[in-house]
């Protein structure tokens, strides 16, 4: 791809071999900083699920679901059954669906630094309200800020890491998101199976710890250089060919700076880029930008990660082994990421993409057929008694 952070069709293509440069201070302390608020998206998705298994959490804020919990005669699969615990999980995904609709605006006109720095004040300001919630309104305002934070944090960064990332490495250095996502998700299970040692009020520590990610990014933000193209955007070309020269640690970027800002002045072209995505010769780039993102929600994986210690504990396992079970998915998402940062930019993305969708493929096959030939039979009536009763 030639070009900064756009690419588009009709910038020179042939200068990308003639860029320069190389992995910077500036680059690292950069990308690494940013990153963090990949960990903030998997801190809060680790952490979620754990809060909501632990006793002292379920006690003060959920005690119908606390007494159903330790109830011999309830239904596994109906002990969580209440709306104001999936309240309590899903307010902040909603609040990030919001926020990222007007992230978008921001980070185009004002730099992508200051949707960063947005993103860290509100998760501030979530933690804050979580760890010190008095009531189940306090609680649900603290997960909305979370997700506003949220929001802002992944609209932001991925866009930040790969306009700083040089060209040659830039897969590798944008899945610094990913590999920070994963560890917040690993470090959030970790975190979960020590506290639940420390009810009642282990719960507000779980909660409390994501202050510190969202600190880094907020503080990090504000020392960060704004990117090259996001400067070149909004006119400051002298400022972002200094900004270039700084962080590939070269004065010979001519031919990046050139692909920037005619990648810039042709997407500034475009008077009605919404309109133009629903054109004809678009409709396979958005159709596969909405349907890949979809069809990996739609395997269950999200669920699995939201609600993992709750999953277990409803499968029959006991409170430590839910956290542990929970750790140990955590850890082997993390660690393929790993992976896939040192192949991404040697094997190339399609091919990842294709191994990734067969693996998915053969988990879905097998986990079906073990819960027909295992859940099915055994366990036929397994939904809550509400339900059933309306079915």
Known sequence: MAGGHFGPAGVAKERAEQYQGRVTVSVIIACVVAA?????????????????????????????????????????????NDQGLSSFTSSLYLAGLVASLIASPVTRTYGRRASIICGGVSFLIGATLNASAANLAMLLLGRIMLGVGI?????????????MAPTHLRGALNMMFQLATTTGIFTANMINYGTQKLDPWGWRLSLGLAAVPAVLMTVGGILLPETPNSLIERGMQDKGRRVLEKIRGTKNVDAE???????????????????????????????????LPAFQILTGINSI???????????????????YSS????????????????????????????????????????????????????????????ITKTT
Not at 151 to 163: C, D, H, I, K, T
Not at 332 to 342: D, G, K, P, R
């Open 305 to 323: 990660l939201f609600y993992a210690p709750v999953l277990f504990q409803s499968m029959g396992f006991g409170g430590n082994a839910s956290l």
């Open 257 to 291: 700076f050139e692909d920037m800002v005619d990648a810039s002045e042709l997407a500034n072209s475009i008077k009605h880029p919404f309109r133009n995505i629903l054109i004809k010769r678009n409709r396979p780039q958005l159709v596969m930008a909405i349907l």
């Open 327 to 386: 750790a140990v998915t955590g850890a082997v998402l993390c660690s393929s990421t790993f992976m896939t940062i040192a192949t991404v930019d040697r094997v190339g993305r399609r091919f990842l993409l294709i191994s990734g969708g067969i693996q998915m493929i053969i988990c879905q096959v097998n986990k079906h057929s073990l819960l027909f030939h295992v859940h099915w039979p055994e366990n036929p009536d397994y939904l809550c008694p509400r």
């Open 36 to 80: 963090v608020g990949g960990s903030l998206f998997g801190y809060d998705i680790g952490i979620s699920g754990g809060v909501t298994s632990l006793d002292g959490f379920l006690l003060k804020f959920f005690p119908g679901v606390y007494e159903k919990k330790k109830s011999v005669h309830e239904n596994n699969y109906c002990k969580y």
């Open 151 to 163: 929001g802002f944090g992944n609209q932001a960064v991925p866009v930040y890491l790969s306009e």
